[in-house]
């Protein structure tokens, strides 16, 4: 196995694995807050604006009570932080 097979492989594994505690994350203030910080050191990019709607999306699910909405959003928001 060659060498950038290798870091393929590592990179891989480590945005699976965070990916899967992402699905597990709690829809709160605390995870929110951690994400718009997070989405605040990004550079401006499509990425961040992407971010910064589905973070946008995120509140107003949780203020409407739609839970599950609220998950999906906030992991689109953090994948997008990435």
């Given at each position: 196995m060659?060498?950038?097979t290798i870091i393929a492989l590592t990179v891989l594994t480590a945005t699976g694995a965070a990916a899967q505690n992402l699905q597990t994350r709690?829809?709160?203030a605390a995870n929110?807050?951690?994400v718009v910080e997070a989405i605040g050191k990004m550079p401006d990019s499509k990425q961040k604006a992407t971010a910064s709607e589905e973070i946008?999306?995120?509140k107003?699910?949780?203020t409407?009570?739609?839970v599950d909405d609220c998950k999906d959003h906030l992991l689109k928001a953090t994948l997008q932080t990435k």
């Open positions: 060659r060498v950038p709690e829809c709160n929110i807050a951690f946008d999306a995120t107003q699910a949780m409407e009570g739609r």
